[in-house]
Each structure stands twice: as structure tokens, then as C-alpha cells.
Nanobody, 121 residues
């Protein structure tokens, strides 16, 4: 069983930056793909980025490419999301997720954190 705990959310002005962290415990080799999703008020979850657990493969949504960076510390089992040049449309609750296959789809991730709120204004 993989447990994920996000931290680092908060309120920031447009153009600002934040770094989110997601600590994984109960981690095992089958959690191959880690991802960040976000959910804006009144909307469904949106995939943002994925990374393989060995860090060799990453994929970004067009809406965040060039502004957000995902990384994974395989020794500490911490997933990071660095968000620069934040926009109001980046507002939402950010969730990290882990799964055994490479995917951009919410349904492929059995493990989820509780989320951390990001508000950009």
C-alpha cells in the first residue's frame, strides 16, 4: 500500500512561484509512474504532469509546459512540482498520484494523496 502526502500549497500572486512536495511511504517497485493532477472549483480532475520513478520519462500538459517542472527523488521517495509564472487558471487542489503503469489517465492511478490547495490571484 502506497501512501502519499502533499505539502507546499498556498496563496500566491499572479506570476509567482510555488513548490509542492509529495512524500511517498509504503513505497514499492510497482509504483512506476507518479503524476500530479489538479482540480479547479466546479471542474473535474485535470492531469498536469507525469514522471517515471527512475526519472527518465516525463510528460507535461500543454497548459503548464515551460512553467512547471516535475522531479522525483528516488532515494527519499519525494515527488516535487515546481510551479513558476503562476496564472489564475492554475488555481485548484493539487493531488499527487502513483501507479504501476505509465499513464496520463486518472483511472490508471490507484494511489492518491489528499491534495494541497493552490490559489493564484
Amino acid at each position: 500500500q502506497v501512501q502519499l502526502v502533499e505539502s507546499g500549497g498556498g496563496s500566491v500572486q499572479t506570476g509567482g512561484s510555488l513548490r509542492l512536495s509529495c512524500a511517498a511511504s509504503g513505497y514499492h517497485h510497482s509504483a512506476y509512474c507518479l503524476a500530479w493532477f489538479r482540480q479547479a472549483p466546479g471542474k473535474g480532475p485535470e492531469w498536469v504532469l507525469s514522471i517515471s520513478s527512475d526519472g527518465t520519462k516525463t510528460t507535461y500538459a500543454d497548459s503548464v509546459r515551460g512553467r512547471f517542472t516535475i522531479s522525483y527523488d528516488n532515494n527519499k521517495h519525494i515527488l516535487y512540482l515546481v510551479m513558476n509564472d503562476l496564472k489564475e487558471e492554475d488555481t485548484g487542489r493539487y493531488y499527487c498520484a502513483a501507479g504501476s503503469v505509465w499513464s496520463l489517465s486518472q483511472s490508471a492511478f490507484p494511489y492518491w494523496g489528499q491534495g494541497t490547495q493552490v490559489t493564484v490571484s
